[in-house]
Nanobody, 114 residues
Framework: QVQLVESGGGLVQAGGSLRLSCAAS????????VGWYRQAPGKERELVAR???????NYADSVKGRFTISRDNAKNTVDLQMNSLAPEDTAVYYC????????WGQGTQVTVSS
């Protein structure tokens, strides 16, 4: 079955960095656009960053210049390097894969303290 398993979340001070990783199985990973979404308490889930099968990237305006998304098709992984973290980045971060179907990971908590 399809699995997207996130790792790398945690607690960090403002200004710090974290790296999230998502390992996919059960899908033709190199065909999928993969990305990261986040959901803060009381807010809707929003796109953070995504990378297409061809390597094109999109970022939310709020994270441009601070976050970098990358993929490794040989390992079926997509990573999100998050630098200069701010308290407003606190959320549950979800891995996402889209190609004719859409799949989600279970989420990983990122908490940024001020």
């Amino acid at each position: 079955q399809v699995q997207l398993v996130e790792s790398g979340g945690g607690l960090v001070q403002a200004g710090g960095s974290l790296r999230l990783s998502c390992a996919a199985s059960g899908i033709l990973f190199n065909k999928y656009t993969v990305g990261w979404y986040r959901q803060a308490p009381g807010k809707e889930r929003e796109l953070v960053a995504r990378i297409s099968s061809g390597g094109s990237t999109n970022y939310a305006d709020s994270v441009k210049g601070r976050f970098t998304i990358s993929r490794d098709n040989a390992k079926n992984t997509v990573d999100l390097q998050m630098n200069s973290l701010a308290p407003e980045d606190t959320a549950v971060y979800y891995c996402n894969a889209i190609w004719f179907s859409t799949y989600w990971g279970q989420g990983t908590q990122v908490t940024v303290s001020s």
